[in-house]
């Protein structure tokens, strides 16, 4: 089984920071992709930041210049750090990530974690 777990989301007022943090989990024999969404009620799951193992990080217009995505590979780890907050992020940020497991298939799996809320509001 593996395993996504966010943490970091908050409350901040707009212009602040809060840094995401995403660790994955469990019996991972090489993660492919790990990134962040976020969703607003009655919205699509929105597509916000990621990176392809070896690959270029990509970013969404919307946040480009305020997010900085950032990976740990040896902790099996990404990070968002995002600045310069508006309330329009205001959001449920949940990570996702293109896993394969130990089993002897080594079947590619997407996961998510299970959300974390920011709020951005004076």
């Known amino acids: 089984q593996v395993q996504l777990v966010e943490s970091g989301g908050g409350l901040v007022q707009p212009g602040g920071s809060l840094r995401l943090s995403c660790a994955a989990s469990?019996?991972?024999?090489?993660?492919?992709?790990m990134g962040w969404y976020r969703q607003v009620p009655g919205k699509q799951r929105e597509f916000i930041a990621d990176?392809?193992?070896?690959?270029?990080?990509n970013y969404a217009d919307s946040v480009k210049g305020r997010f900085t995505f950032s990976r740990d590979n040896a902790k099996n780890t990404v990070y968002l750090q995002m600045n310069s907050l508006k309330p329009e992020d205001t959001a449920v940020y949940y990570c996702?990530?293109?896993?394969?497991?130990?089993?002897?298939?080594?079947?590619?799996?997407?996961?998510w974690g299970q959300g974390t809320q920011v709020t951005v509001s004076s």
């Open positions: 996702n990530a293109y896993i394969s497991d130990t089993s002897a298939a080594q079947t590619i799996r997407n996961y």
């Open positions: 990176k392809i193992s070896g690959g270029s990080t």
């Open positions: 469990g019996s991972i024999f090489k993660i492919y992709t």
